[in-house]
C-alpha cells in the first residue's frame, strides 16, 4: 500500500495498492461463445474518505459485451491468492 492512512482512519488522498490487479469482463469470442478480456485498470487503492474499503477503476474494452448480466471477475498474479468469485455487473 502506496500513502496509507493511520489505523482505523479512512485515506484522505490516493492510496495505491502496491500489486495491480487484473480485471476480466464477459466478451463475445469469434464464435459467439462467452470469453474473457482484460479490462485495462485505471485506479486500485483504498476509496477516500473510507475505512478499509479498497476500489478498483476500469475502463470497459470495446469488446465488452452489453446488458445487465456482464461477468466481471478480479484476480492478481498467477500463484498470489485466488480471483474473485465471478459476478455480474450492467454495462450499457
Given at each position: 500500500m502506496q500513502n496509507p492512512p493511520s489505523?482505523?482512519?479512512g485515506a484522505t488522498?490516493?492510496?495505491p495498492t502496491v500489486a495491480q490487479p487484473t480485471v476480466r469482463i464477459g466478451c463475445?469470442?469469434?464464435?459467439?461463445v462467452v470469453a474473457f478480456c482484460d479490462a485495462p485498470v485505471?485506479?486500485?487503492?483504498?476509496?477516500?474518505?473510507?475505512v478499509g474499503l479498497?476500489?478498483?477503476n476500469?475502463?470497459?474494452?470495446?469488446d465488452a459485451m452489453s446488458g445487465s448480466v456482464v461477468p466481471l471477475q478480479i484476480?492478481?498474479?498467477p500463484g498470489v491468492g485466488r480471483p474473485s468469485n465471478i459476478v455480474t455487473i450492467a454495462v450499457q
Amino acid at each position: 500500500m502506496q500513502n496509507p492512512p493511520s489505523d482505523g482512519a479512512g485515506a484522505t488522498g490516493l492510496s495505491p495498492t502496491v500489486a495491480q490487479p487484473t480485471v476480466r469482463i464477459g466478451c463475445l469470442g469469434s464464435s459467439g461463445v462467452v470469453a474473457f478480456c482484460d479490462a485495462p485498470v485505471q485506479f486500485s487503492g483504498l476509496a477516500p474518505g473510507f475505512v478499509g474499503l479498497y476500489q478498483v477503476n476500469v475502463q470497459i474494452p470495446a469488446d465488452a459485451m452489453s446488458g445487465s448480466v456482464v461477468p466481471l471477475q478480479i484476480s492478481f498474479t498467477p500463484g498470489v491468492g485466488r480471483p474473485s468469485n465471478i459476478v455480474t455487473i450492467a454495462v450499457q
